[in-house]
């Protein structure tokens, strides 16, 4: 019923940037945390960026530091993530997810996140 839903992959030169996006659909849950993450084939889902609803507190990985950027639309109910001077390295399904409860550590883990996107595909080229 309720549906998390990636947009704004796709195949890019090194140095080229992508904006991903994060719909919420079907509709009304918590919201405490949207998160980002990734996959690359045979490896495991790894944290990118989390941002905090209320404030707007943002959380990256040394990975992406300095290069990826999380907003948030309140209105829209949607989460974006800016992608700049992207590498190789990159390349991975990118995941949102949602987290609904409240905890006092930042979370970082996909097992802290209740709801899950399908995932959109990031290819970075040499």
């Known amino acids: 019923q309720v549906q998390l839903v990636e947009s704004g992959g796709g195949l890019v030169q090194a140095g080229d940037s992508l904006r991903l996006s994060c719909a919420a659909s079907?509709?009304?849950?918590?919201?405490?945390?949207t998160g980002w993450f990734r996959q690359a084939p045979g490896k495991e889902r790894e944290f990118v960026a989390t941002?905090?609803?209320?404030?707007?507190?943002?959380y990256y990985a040394d990975s992406v530091k300095g290069r990826f950027t999380i907003s948030r639309d309140n209105a829209k109910n949607t989460v974006y993530l800016q992608m700049n001077s992207l590498k190789p390295d990159d390349t991975a399904v990118y995941y949102c997810?949602?987290?609904?409860?409240?905890?006092?550590?930042?979370?970082?883990?996909?097992?802290?996140?209740?709801?899950w996107g399908q995932g959109t595909q990031v290819t970075v080229s040499s």
């Open positions: 941002i905090k609803w209320s404030g707007g507190s943002t």
């Open positions: 079907g509709g009304t849950f918590s919201n405490y945390a």
């Open positions: 997810a949602r987290r609904t409860r409240v905890w006092r550590k930042i979370p970082t883990a996909p097992g802290e996140y209740d709801y």
